[in-house]
């Protein structure tokens, strides 16, 4: 992108509802030039956000002025990110939960895509479960990673714009992937759209009325610059309702993950991971996380928003 080209958008609707009603939510905190590395899954600047604004309708939370999809789109192109496969195992297990729970729902598998799909763990562990699977990625090296380790053939681009069959699929997976993007409701338009009809769409994303984001206030986890929305159970209604779902299943979510990749989350247990024989013990030990903060939600496609 040249330095000609935008980068940032004053936005005069809500994202979620498309409402007018628009106030001032808090001051930003992160003042820096944004890059790949400050918007990759593992990136640590935790507290840190743009300027937020909410919608006096639905109660939505985001950026404003926002990241443009094309700038962000040029940014996650090049992203690596290497330590996030690393915790490939942590993270098979908070998928794994999301499939049993999908096949609940959906007992005959067929065919699953999924959003984000980073290196596609996800993915493969759909496969050996017995679906069909499919995704995009943005990141070319990610994209890369997925052929290379799990023989995916990822489409490398973005939802919004890819070029992608209608009503293909029994399922479509969206973890931790809306808040990334500053055009929430034509992201679930396109999953209505790929969607067979009374497709799944399963959903995860921070919720940001939780106890845990209130308590935690600025130091929460999920504040971070690669987040530009910020849901809670009445926006994310009304971006529902507006895409065209119907949900028909709410958890929070838990998150698994070593006690390694927890460590070096925070810089004074860094050097800890530093000494050989204590940094391989910490990466057997499995810690899961039932903070309370984030939705996990199963929607069916109920028809045009």
Known sequence: MSDGEERFRTLKACPACDGTSLREYQKGTYTGRLTQDQIKITDRQYGQTWNLSVCGGCGHIFANPCPTPDYLASLYGRV????????ALGRAKNFLRILRRLE???PQKGTLFDVGAATGILLDLARRRGWE????????WAVKVAA???R???VEGHLETAPLPEGRYEAVTMVDFIEHTPVPFEAL???SAILKPAGVLVLVTPDIRSRTARLAGRRWWHLRPAHVAFFSRRSLDALFRRAGFRVISERRYAWSF?????FSRKRPFRSVLKIGFLASLLKKIPVKLALGDSFEVYAVKDGPG
């Open 80 to 87: 690596e990110d290497p330590l996030y496969e690393e915790e």
């Open 104 to 106: 609940q729902i959906l």
């Open 133 to 140: 699977p499919a995704g995009i990625e943005p990141s070319s």
């Open 148 to 150: 290379e380790k799990y």
């Open 152 to 154: 995916l053939g990822l």
């Open 189 to 191: 338009r396109k999953a």
């Open 258 to 262: 070593s006690a390694h990749y927890l």
